[in-house]
Nanobody, 110 residues
């Protein structure tokens, strides 16, 4: 199983980024999918989860700003991040079951 995350980068506060995570070697559609992040000096935390039926759950810190979605035909999960804040700066990871992507760095400048 491989998870390939992409889409991170440097953006100014208030800007937007869209992260993607493409999975291979796993049957994608019946699985819950999640995005996590880990800021420097902090523990990894869950940001958003989308279930196999399409239900979504968000951390309070990103509600109303981030949107998780999935395309089962492409085996890809997305994280649309709007109104970014400096405190969103972190390495973002996708996760399916016990499998993790390699992480993509998001840096938000003030």
């Amino acid at each position: 199983v491989q998870l390939q995350a992409s889409g991170g980068g440097l953006v100014q506060a208030g800007g937007s980024l869209r992260l993607s995570c493409a999975a291979s070697g796993i049957i994608f559609s019946p699985k819950d999918l999640s995005w996590y992040r880990q800021a420097p000096g902090k523990e990894r935390e869950v940001v958003a989860t989308i279930t196999s039926s399409g239900s979504t759950v968000y951390a309070d810190s990103v509600k109303g700003r981030f949107t998780i979605s999935r395309d089962n035909a492409k085996n890809t999960v997305y994280l649309q991040m709007n109104s970014l804040k400096p405190e969103d700066t972190a390495v973002y990871y996708c996760r399916i079951l016990r499998y993790w992507g390699q992480g993509t760095l998001v840096t938000v400048s003030s």
